[in-house]
């Protein structure tokens, strides 16, 4: 169920509440910019909002009873459809909010869910959307039907109220099932195509980060694509791989992920892991930060937890500080001191980008060889897939059927080739000597 229905602006008010209680890590300072955004992302539109704090959540209503009198004045004072509250509530809270307040109430994993649902566009994208809404609604389904009438003996099963609930629920977990197995039967596909790539040995370089750090930017600027990036929260949602023609070593594959966000709902991450597992066949992880948010510290926690979470933190990882034209240079030049394992750059730069491409490739690559080999004529395969890999500069083949190859090469894959027997470095006089004109 989308926020925005039929096309009609829902007037919402916003309450942002800090409590105490449930930060076990820094909080961000921006947290109601945040906030606002991702509203503003679902095609709201904002009449006010409500800033609050308190040292932990009640169970019935989640806000404290003088604060939740307050809130109701507001929504009634602000003539409003919606209140969006920042933290993920329980069904039976959300329940008594509605009651209380007389207005439909939604908390930041229905936010977040509306904005996935708007923004997908591939077949899987689209499942994993549709299954995360259906498992967050069926634990809210009692809410859709208490104005029907309950029979009072029993077990809680004999009224009409019950019986079209557990209706629903059988449909919808019916319905989850369904998806479950065609999410599965793409994974399925997923594995095929990674197979497919590691036998042509191409490497994957993911990017990751906070949702907004400018991940797609920076993919359309390595793979040179024309992948749409907005100044929005989560302008990406599918994952997208192109193949970057490496000057040095042959072709790398980029992968364009979504990007995460604080308190990132579970069941978002349960359903996207088909899209996630991509990550756990990358051979490097691009973490992207926007060096110019205040809170980029603490969004750099957020995203290592939630790859741990996956499985994925112990893959090579670059940090690149993203945004550095967004804050003065003097910062900037203070920073690369400091952080000289991380990269810095900005869009507007083409030599920062080329840095970036150079660290890449040593840590990708280990650095680089580029010069002539030798394959004896039973190595076609060999050749085959070097030229798969994109290496072969230049080739000669001499009248005997021995093979020459000029190549830039990363110098991991080419110890692994001249450990077969055949495949030896050589140098151009040698090919003169044995080649005919070619």
């Not at 936010?111 to 959307?129: E, N, P, Y």
């Not at 989850?176 to 490497?203: G, T």
């Not at 069941?267 to 597992?277: G, N, P, R």
């Not at 190549?407 to 044995?434: R, T």
Request: overall charge positive.
């Amino acid at each position: 169920m989308h926020i925005v229905e039929n096309n009609t602006i829902q007037k919402t008010v916003l309450v942002y509440l800090e409590v105490d209680s449930l930060y076990e890590s820094q909080k961000l300072e921006n947290g109601f910019d945040e906030f606002k955004s991702l509203a503003i992302s679902s095609g709201v539109l904002i009449k006010n909002s409500l800033k609050l704090t308190q040292k932990s959540p009640v169970i019935n209503t989640f806000i404290t009873k003088g604060k939740l009198e307050m809130l109701k004045n507001l929504v009634i004072e602000s003539d409003v459809d919606l209140v969006i509250i920042n933290h993920q509530l329980s069904a039976s809270q959300t329940r008594n909010l509605e009651k209380y307040l007389d207005k439909r109430v939604i908390d930041k994993t229905e936010l977040i869910l509306d904005i996935f649902a708007t923004r997908a566009t591939s077949h899987i994208g689209k499942l994993q959307v549709e299954l995360a809404q259906l498992n967050h609604l069926s634990t809210r389904l009692i809410r859709g039907w208490t104005h029907l009438e309950r029979q009072k003996g029993g077990i809680g099963l004999r009224g009409p109220g019950e019986t079209q609930l557990e209706t629903d629920r059988r449909l919808i977990g019916n319905r989850i099932k369904r998806l479950n197995l065609r999410l599965e039967k793409s994974h399925k596909q997923r594995e095929i195509n990674r197979y497919s790539r590691k036998k042509s040995r191409n490497k994957l370089v993911a990017l990751v980060g906070y949702t907004n750090a400018g991940k797609t930017t920076l993919f359309n600027k390595l793979t040179k694509s024309s992948e749409i990036a907005e100044d929005k929260l989560f302008a990406t949602l599918d994952s997208v791989t192109r193949k970057n023609t490496n000057p040095d070593h042959g072709p790398i594959l980029f992968s364009d992920t979504v990007g995460f966000i604080s308190d990132l709902p579970t069941q978002l991450i349960e359903s996207f892991k088909a899209t996630l597992d991509e990550l756990k066949s990358a051979d490097m992880l691009l973490h992207v930060v926007d060096i110019s948010d205040t809170d980029h510290k603490t969004k750099i926690i957020e995203v290592n937890n939630i790859l741990e979470e996956l499985g994925v933190l112990n893959i090579t990882q670059i940090i690149v500080n993203n945004k550095c034209d967004l804050i003065e240079d003097s910062n900037v030049a203070s920073l690369k001191k400091r952080k000289k394992d991380q990269v810095f750059i900005s869009a507007e730069s083409e030599t920062e980008f080329k840095s970036l491409r150079s660290v890449i490739n040593k840590k990708l690559f280990n650095g680089v060889f580029k010069g002539w080999v030798s394959m004896e004529n039973n190595l076609g395969n060999v050749r085959s897939t070097l030229f798969d890999m994109g290496c072969v500069k230049e080739e000669k083949i001499a009248e005997s059927g021995k093979m020459f190859a000029n190549i830039s090469i990363g110098n991991n894959e080419l110890n692994q080739f001249i450990a077969m027997k055949g495949f030896e470095l050589c140098h151009v006089e040698d090919i003169l000597l044995e080649t005919s004109t070619t």
